[in-house]
């Protein structure tokens, strides 16, 4: 028996809640904002900063600034990824 496209769209709405809660707001009050895959801002600045104390550190040889600009730029690089593994307390387990 096929699903009623009312329900469909109740479970896309729930999902979009679900997903991203600040689009799925924007949207019932009539002022969208841009989806989570398409907010990079955060990622940006993180990754700069760790790539000016990475280009600092290696400037002036001082290994604490060198492995802060590493650090900063593997989480900035890691921020543009849309879709971050979620946790819900259980482990998932391979099938192999």
Known sequence: MPQSDDKRLVD????IERDD?????SMSSGRPTR???YR???AWWVLGIGLVLLTVGLVMPDGLLIATGLVLSGI???LFDP??????????HSTR
């Open 21 to 25: 809660p600040r689009f799925a707001r």
């Open 40 to 42: 990079h801002a955060r």
């Open 76 to 78: 900035g690089v890691q």
């Open 83 to 92: 879709y971050p593994p979620r946790t819900s307390g259980r482990e998932r």
């Open 12 to 15: 896309l709405a729930a999902r």
């Open 35 to 37: 989806p989570r895959e």
